[in-house]
């Protein structure tokens, strides 16, 4: 057994007498303050240190970190590590993404299906020849949906997320490939739900949607306008994550 598992299994076995939840967030909650008063640790991994924040049962991580690192550089790995590590159940994550269809609206939300993310590799198997079949957890879908709904928000279920390497936003040239076989776009979410899904980890994720992707309209796309947009849907987002907490994932 590799030193690096062998250490995973001592960390679990320290965690595993209380079962966690798991949430993770982007750039729409890096001013949010719903995550401020939990107590923070620090977690060495396999693959780097990474920060959690901690209250109860429940965890979360700003998948940028502090100082927050653009999309190309998070730690994907020593992320979703730490929660196994802290024997989370459950994971939601919060995704910012840009809209490839005009009937998905910036200030609106999208809850995933299915992904496309054929040219970025992340696994935890880089050593060995181990397969997974990548299947977004159902019934945690299902359950963030009807929660959403149930909050009133402008919430479309099911769609597909192209994730993009970054950290630029894409070209018109590559929206207009992209806009065929997706919904959304955005730089992290399949990355976390790969890593997820070989730690047997259900994962779901609402999309916030902060602007119409480069091209779709004729007006020109502007960073100030994904700030803007962000800024709206974040009260949003924290109305659905403190109703998430409140039940408790069920």
């Known amino acids: 057994m590799s030193c690096k598992f062998l250490a995973f299994n001592i960390h679990y ?10 949430i993770i967030g982007g750039t729409s909650l890096l001013k949010s303050t719903i995550f401020s008063r939990w107590t923070s640790k620090k977690i060495e991994t396999p693959y780097g240190s990474t920060s959690v ?3 109860n ?16 550089k998070i730690n994907f790995r020593a992320n979703i590590w730490a929660l196994k590590y802290l024997n989370v159940q459950k994971v939601v994550s919060v995704n910012s993404v840009g ?7 910036p200030g609106t939300f999208l809850i995933p299906r299915d992904f496309i993310s054929l040219w970025i590799a992340t696994s935890f198997y880089d050593k060995e020849m181990k397969f997974i079949v990548p299947e977004m957890d159902l019934r945690l879908f299902k ?7 149930t909050l009133k928000m402008a919430v479309k279920s099911g769609g597909v997320y192209i994730q993009t390497i970054g950290p630029r936003l894409e070209t018109k040239a590559e929206i ?5 076989y997706g919904d959304v776009v955005g730089m992290t979410m399949p990355s976390e739900t790969i890593l997820c899904m070989e730690y047997e980890i259900p994962y779901a994720s609402i999309c916030s949607v902060d602007n119409y992707c480069n091209g779709i309209l004729k007006e020109p ?13 974040m009260q949003a987002i924290e109305t659905f994550i403190r109703a998430l907490l409140e039940r408790n994932f069920e």
């Open 99 to 105: 809209s490839l269809k005009l009937k998905i609206q």
């Open 53 to 55: 924040k901690i209250k």
């Open 176 to 180: 207009k490939i992209l806009k065929r």
């Open 221 to 233: 796309l502007t960073t100030e306008e994904l700030d803007i947009n962000r800024k709206k849907n």
């Open 143 to 149: 359950y963030i949906s009807k929660l959403a709904k």
């Open 57 to 72: 049962n429940n965890v979360f991580i700003q998948r940028h970190g502090n100082p927050p690192v653009p999309p190309h």
């Open 13 to 22: 076995k320290l965690f595993n007498g209380s079962m966690m939840n798991g």
